[in-house]
């Protein structure tokens, strides 16, 4: 089985002082849809950072698909696509060109970068919007833009930062649907979400991390199964709705 992402005892202290991560291992198999879920303030944006290389770690070992961050950057990164929590692309610049100029950094030409994104804009509801500036768009519009920019290298790892954040109902569903295609197409998804009943019905596998240090993990079966107390199994139906968040608030409220 080939790994997409392969954390070992991984910590980051900030320059202020936060002890952010103490000692966190992950492995996401390549497939996977991963759900990595804590507060606020838990560590997930920093394990995200370091992954992407946006974050000096402080100790321990990454590696994307076998390719170690410190020794194979260039390589381990063009594995992947970030969606990152801030939305951070230049307001001023069209929709269309933020995507291409985004194929541009990994080298891919105008000429398959142009057709590539105009596809990916209109897969993602965003076809009339290609020439207006980034600007222009609602919140939900500019998650999705983040999205094709994010995909337009092909990547073979998504890494999403609370995507569906301030996106509302409709949406929300609209996006879930569109990363459970691309799942299903072979894509290893990693996402962060305070959304907890939409992970337990589309994440495979699940980690729990609570002040810098993973409290859980496993199949979201394994997950539930674990803190079951044998009365809230799932219905004929299959549905598991409401029960991560009792695992979620067990393991991580403030005692
Ligand atoms: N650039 C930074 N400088 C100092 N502290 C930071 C910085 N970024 C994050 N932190 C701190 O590190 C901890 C983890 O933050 P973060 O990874 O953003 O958590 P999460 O994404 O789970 O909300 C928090 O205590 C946060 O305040
Ligand atoms: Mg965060």
Redesign the pocket.
């Given at each position: 089985m080939s790994l997409a992402l392969e954390i070992k005892g991984l910590t980051k202290t900030?320059a202020?002082g936060?002890q952010?991560l103490k000692g966190v291992s992950l492995e996401i198999p390549e497939g996977d849809f991963f759900a990595l879920l804590?507060p606020?303030?838990?560590?997930?944006?920093?394990i995200i950072g370091i992954t992407t290389g946006l974050v000096n770690k402080t100790a321990g070992t990454v590696s994307v698909f076998g390719h170690n961050i410190d020794t194979e950057t260039e390589l381990a990164k063009m594995q992947i696509g970030l969606v990152g929590q801030e939305v951070n692309f230049n307001p001023f610049e069209k929709c269309l060109n933020i995507v291409v100029n985004q194929a541009g950094y990994y080298g891919v030409p105008r000429s398959v970068a142009i057709p590539r994104a105009t596809q990916l804009l209109k897969d993602l509801g965003l076809g009339d919007k290609m020439d207006q500036n980034a600007m222009t768009l609602s919140g939900g519009m500019k998650r999705r833009l983040m999205i094709a920019r994010a995909l337009v290298n092909e990547p073979r790892f998504l890494i999403l930062d609370e995507p569906t954040a301030g996106v509302d109902v409709e949406l929300r569903r609209g996006m879930w649907d569109y990363l459970t295609g691309l799942s299903k197409k072979g894509l290893t998804i990693l996402l962060t979400t305070h959304y907890l009943e939409e992970a337990e019905q589309l994440a495979k596998h699940v980690a729990i991390i609570n002040k810098g240090a993973i409290v859980e993990h496993g199949t979201m079966d394994e997950v539930l199964s674990r803190h079951s107390d044998g009365t809230q199994n799932a219905d004929s139906k299959g549905y598991r709705g409401g029960r991560l968040e009792e695992v979620f608030l067990k393991l991580t409220s403030e005692k």
């Open positions: 900030y202020t936060t952010a804590g606020n303030g838990a560590g997930k944006t920093t």
